[in-house]
C-alpha cells in the first residue's frame, strides 16, 4: 500500500505530537519526583559529575528534537530517525526498572513512556514511501 503525500504529511503530524506527549510524560515524572523526594533528587544531582548531566540532557535533547526534526526530514531520514530515537528513549526509560524496586508513581508513567516510544517505533517502521518524487 503506497501513502498519498497527504497521508506521509499526517503521518509527520502524528509522530511529532506523539513526541510532544512522550516529552511532556518525562517533564511531569520529574515534577512528581521533585514532590515527592525532593532531599533524594538534591542528594543525586549533588552525586552527578558534569560529563553525566550532559549525557542525560543530550538525552533529553534527542526527544525534543525530534518534535522538529518529525515534522521537516525527508521521508528516509525522518523513518530512521524516529525508529533509532524511539528505540533509544525506550531503552532509557526502561533501564531503572530494572535496577530494584521503583515506585509505582515511577512505573505509571515508565509504562505510558514505554508504550508511546514503542508506539513511535512501529509506526515509523511501518511508513511507507509516499508516492510521487523521492
Request: with cysteine.
Amino acid at each position: 500500500m503506497n501513502l498519498t503525500p497527504a497521508q506521509g504529511t499526517r503521518r509527520q503530524t502524528v509522530l511529532s505530537t506523539l513526541w510532544i506527549f512522550v516529552v511532556l510524560n518525562y517533564l511531569y515524572a520529574d515534577i512528581v519526583l521533585l514532590i515527592v523526594k525532593p532531599a533524594a533528587s538534591q542528594t543525586a544531582a549533588a552525586r552527578m559529575t558534569g560529563g553525566v548531566v550532559l549525557g542525560f540532557a543530550v538525552l533529553m535533547e534527542i526527544s525534543l528534537v525530534m518534535v522538529l526534526l518529525s515534522r521537516v526530514l525527508p521521508y528516509r531520514a525522518n523513518r530512521w530517525a524516529n525508529i533509532v530515537a524511539g528505540a533509544e528513549s525506550t531503552g532509557f526509560v526502561a533501564f531503572p526498572l530494572f535496577g530494584g524496586a521503583p515506585p509505582p508513581y515511577y512505573i505509571f508513567f515508565s509504562t505510558i513512556e514505554i508504550a508511546c516510544t514503542l508506539f513511535i517505533v512501529w509506526y515509523a517502521w511501518t511508513w511507507r514511501r509516499p508516492e510521487g518524487p523521492p
